[in-house]
Antibody, heavy 119, light 113 residues
Framework: EMRLVESGGAVVQPGGSLRLSCSAS????????MHWVRQVPGKGLEWVSL????????FYADAVRGRFIISRDNSKNSLYLQMNSLKHEDTALYYC????????????WGRGTLVTVSS | DVVMTQSPLSLPVTLGQPASISCRST???????????LNWFQQRPGQSPRRLIY???TRDSGVPDRFSGSGSGTDFTLIISRVEAEDVGVYFC??????????FGQGTKLEIK
């Protein structure tokens, strides 16, 4: 069974940094692109970032480009999101998600990890 | 960016009755490869989202056949033919056509009347 488990969420002050992790199991992690998406409590989902299967390319939403860095370690079946210069509006539940074979859909979600940016 | 708009946002349904959720996109979701990458997800209370349907109408393994998807271009619908108690949760659509930026509908909260 495919499984994704996020960790690293915390309360952090504006301007601070945080590193989220996502541990994958139940599938060949190195075969698939991975994404981060986020959800503000009570609001809709927002795509944040994507990394290709081999880490060769990364993509970011305009709202986080230049502040967040996505990375992966295929030897550890792990995905990361380094979040710098955090703003109040980055407060959200962050999900790690796996692309399916087509590349245009998602077939596995984690439970999410909560990031709260507050002074 | 492609904007996905769902309606209704709240859906009270009597057990055994049908339910229908609409999802509209601001741009066509037909990919240059000819496929339409419109997906439906269910998020039960306290659980991670689970994909129900991909490519407009293909059900995932293990999804009951009371769930069906239809539509084309910019206009899509999820139908639950007979709502059961376990169907309570939030349903949302997601487009994957305009990769890499997936976009999502706001979510429809289904509850039992």
């Amino acid at each position: 069974e495919m499984r994704l488990v996020e960790s690293g969420g915390a309360v952090v002050q504006p301007g601070g940094s945080l590193r989220l992790s996502c541990s994958a199991s139940g599938f060949i992690f190195s075969d698939y692109a991975m994404h981060w998406v986020r959800q503000v409590p009570g609001k809709g989902l927002e795509w944040v970032s994507l990394i290709r299967w081999d880490g060769s390319s990364t993509f970011y939403a305009d709202a986080v480009r230049g502040r967040f860095i996505i990375s992966r370690d295929n030897s550890k079946n792990s995905l990361y999101l380094q979040m710098n210069s955090l703003k109040h509006e980055d407060t959200a539940l962050y999900y790690c998600i796996k692309e399916d074979y087509s590349g245009y859909s998602v077939d596995c979600w984690g439970r999410g990890t909560l990031v709260t940016v507050s002074s | 960016d492609v904007v996905m708009t769902q309606s209704p946002l709240s859906l009270p349904v009597t057990l055994g009755q049908p339910a229908s959720i609409s999802c509209r996109s601001t741009q066509s979701l037909v990919h240059t490869d000819g496929n339409t990458y419109l997906n439906w997800f269910q998020q039960r209370p306290g659980q991670s989202p689970r994909r129900l349907i991909y490519k407009v109408s293909t059900r995932d393994s293990g999804v009951p056949d009371r769930f069906s998807g239809s539509g084309s271009g910019t206009d899509f619908t999820l139908i639950i033919s007979r709502v059961e108690a376990e169907d309570v949760g939030v349903y949302f659509c997601m487009q994957g056509t305009h990769w890499p930026s997936y976009t999502f509908g706001q979510g429809t909260k289904l509850e039992i009347k």
